[in-house]
T-cell receptor
Framework: EADIYQTPRYLVIGTGKKITLECSQT?????MYWYQQDPGMELHLIHY???????EKGDLSSESTVSRIRTEHFPLTLESARPSHTSQYLC????????????FGQGTRLTVV | SQQGEEDPQALSIQEGENATMNCSYK?????LQWYRQNSGRGLVHLIL?????REKHSGRLRVTLDTSKKSSSLLITASRAADTASYFC????????????FGKGTRLSVIA
């Protein structure tokens, strides 16, 4: 069982609300990632970080933002949620260098109504 | 950009049969990894094969890599109902310092 945790597991919110999805890992990994995945579909990288104060956008255009103030914490924020943001959000982490295996959280299933 | 493409998209087999899934990719890689995802859950790492390796085994899993064809296959032998899940390949770029790029996945159903 990987030591990476996402909260909440499920979230239903109204359009226009601001939300933050939490992701924490206790493995001391430098690299952390956020992927978006519609049910049964492929994963799309939306944000990643290679260390504290380092964040990059992924391949999928996203209206979300991230921060990396502490190694273990990589929250994702939506300033104004829309129905198009309804999806599953997966957080992952890996050790630095060499394309090491990624450890995933259980995901947050977000529904915007 | 997504570069892994799994084939088939969906596979249904009887318990005890072998399941083979294929993955193709487009650019040079440092390694290729296979992951499993149970419905509604996160992904779990299964096996990693480096670009200079051709075959790797782990329990009932066998992975092959053909860098000349930019393809990999995952074989699950003697499948069980508990193997029912989606399986994704993911590639790490040559430097190893880029995020993993995942394919679209193969949904495997093993019928008891």
């Amino acid at each position: 069982e990987a030591d990476i945790y996402q909260t909440p597991r499920y979230l239903v919110i109204g359009t226009g609300k601001k939300i933050t999805l939490e992701c924490s890992q206790t493995m001391g990994h430098d690299k952390m990632y956020w992927y978006q995945q519609d049910p049964g579909m492929e994963l799309h990288l939306i944000h990643y970080s290679y260390g504290v104060n380092s964040t990059e956008k992924g391949d999928l255009s996203s209206e979300s933002t991230v921060s990396r103030i502490r190694t273990e914490h990589f929250p994702l924020t939506l300033e104004s949620a829309r129905p198009s943001h309804t999806s599953q959000y997966l957080c992952a982490s890996s050790e630095g260098g060499g394309g090491m295996e990624a450890f995933f959280g259980q995901g947050t299933r977000l529904t915007v109504v | 950009s997504q570069q892994g493409e799994e084939d088939p998209q969906a596979l249904s087999i009887q318990e005890g049969e072998n399941a083979t899934m294929n993955c193709s990719y487009k650019t040079s890689i440092n390694n290729l990894q296979w992951y499993r995802q149970n419905s509604g859950r996160g992904l779990v790492h299964l096996i990693l094969i480096r670009s200079n390796e051709r075959e790797k085994h782990s329990g009932r899993l066998r992975v092959t890599l053909d860098t000349s064809k930019k393809s990999s296959s995952l074989l699950i032998t003697a499948s069980r109902a508990a193997d029912t899940a989606s399986y994704f390949c993911a590639t790490a770029g040559p430097s190893g310092n880029t995020p993993l790029v995942f394919g679209k996945g193969t949904r495997l159903s093993v019928i008891a």
